[in-house]
């Protein structure tokens, strides 16, 4: 369990963040977001090509160019929402499927 979350702390930041949108926020917490999610894209994007998880990798990197600070893409308020919910839901799922079997494998040694 430490393992896993050691490895996930990030995603689970970035769920938290998505799912707090929906709540009555300063702008300033919409370009944190954009901020995290776009950094959580990128790493969980590299993660899942090392794992040879290819369309996650493209996934990720849909998700990081859509949720960009630099250039960012504007829609309205409720077209966000349902994409923050999709990328909340994609992050979490994630959690689940993108394992490295070399940590699991280690841990199954540990407790035996």
């Known amino acids: 369990?430490?393992?896993?979350?050691?490895?996930?702390?990030?995603?689970?930041?970035?769920?938290?963040?998505?799912?707090?949108?929906?709540?009555?926020?300063?702008?300033?917490?919409?370009?944190?977001l954009r901020w995290v999610v776009c950094a959580v894209a990128v790493y969980s994007s590299y993660f899942a090509y090392q794992l040879k998880k290819i369309s996650w990798a493209w996934i990720?990197?849909?998700?990081?160019?859509?949720?960009?600070?630099?250039?960012?893409?504007?829609?309205?308020?409720?077209?966000?929402?349902?994409?923050?919910?999709?990328?909340?839901?994609?992050f979490f799922v994630s959690l689940f499927i993108l394992k490295d079997k070399k940590i699991h494998k280690k841990n199954r040694k540990e407790h035996n």
């Open 1 to 32: 369990m430490k393992k896993w979350f050691k490895n996930n702390w990030f995603k689970l930041i970035a769920i938290v963040f998505l799912l707090g949108t929906f709540g009555s926020w300063p702008y300033a917490y919409y370009q944190i």
């Open 60 to 90: 990720f990197g849909i998700i990081a160019v859509l949720f960009n600070p630099i250039l960012p893409i504007y829609f309205t308020k409720e077209i966000w929402q349902l994409v923050d919910i999709i990328v909340a839901v994609i």
